[in-house]
């Protein structure tokens, strides 16, 4: 898409994500960018109801990026202190137990994360697919951040099989970034061009496409004509979405 088509498209976005009762695209944004209730519904703790978490998560950051206040509640009966405990590790922000919420703020959209097969709450309704850990114990002993970006990399309406290969994959992105966001913070400031900031707007308002957020920060990562001051701010801006700490040796001995 050329650049200014690309960026009238961005003036114009909304996030859109697809209601897995329809299989339609709906606005996830109330038109008034009124109080939105985003509902993480959980069946108990294990590798996919940390991942309707995660997805929950990354929703609330989207929509708080884009201006809506957002109400995050987490909705489940049992095991809810190994979730937020695992949660937290990943990065994920504190949601209230609905059980303590009450009756309600008075939002205006109600957004419902639940996993495949579950959950068939009243309201839109976001599906995570499952995830298949392979090999046991595989991801024993991994940097929390290294399984987030693991589950980022992945569609979250397609099966994540968790194997080794992913992870080191996962552990190699993350390493390589943080050291390049390490060393480009060494670079004057420059800002993130408007076509970059558009291309990462467009792909998360778009069914809340981390994978091709990731897609665009490896693109930047290598692309031969941008100041490294400006790959170091759009990291950094993506990173309000994605979560990964990226910034995270900043000051470190070299």
């Known amino acids: 898409m050329p650049a200014r088509a690309r960026l009238c498209a961005y003036a114009r976005l909304v996030l859109r994500i697809t209601d897995a009762r329809t299989g339609e695209p709906v606005d996830a944004t109330p038109a008034r960018r009124g109080l939105t209730r985003v509902e993480a519904h959980t069946r108990g703790f294990d590798p996919t109801n940390l991942r309707v978490l995660l997805v929950a998560d990354l929703l609330v950051r989207a929509l708080e990026l884009g201006g809506t206040p957002v109400w995050a509640l987490l909705v489940g009966e049992r095991d809810l202190p190994e979730l937020r405990a695992a949660g937290a590790a990943l990065g994920v922000r504190p949601f209230e ?5 009450g009756t309600g703020l008075g939002e205006a959209q109600v957004l419902h994360v639940v996993g ?29 951040t290294v399984l987030r970006l693991a589950l980022l990399a992945h569609p979250r309406n397609s099966t994540l099989r968790l194997d080794q290969a992913a992870l080191d994959d996962a552990t190699g992105t ?20 408007d076509e ?59």
């Open 97 to 101: 137990d609905s059980r303590d919420a």
């Open 116 to 144: 495949e097969g579950g959950e068939t709450p009243d309201g839109v309704r976001v599906a995570v697919a499952p995830v298949r850990p392979e090999g046991p114990g595989a991801a024993d002993g991994i940097d929390p």
């Open 174 to 193: 993350l390493a390589r970034w943080r050291g390049a966001v390490a060393a480009w913070a060494h670079r004057p400031s420059r800002p993130i061009p």
């Open 196 to 254: 970059v900031r558009a291309d990462l707007r467009t792909v998360w308002e778009d069914d809340l496409d981390a994978v091709g957020v990731l897609r665009v920060l490896r693109d930047v990562e290598t692309a031969p004509d941008l100041p490294d001051g400006a790959r170091f701010e759009t990291y950094v801006y993506a990173d309000r979405l994605l979560g990964l700490d990226l910034a995270r040796d900043l000051g470190a001995p070299a």
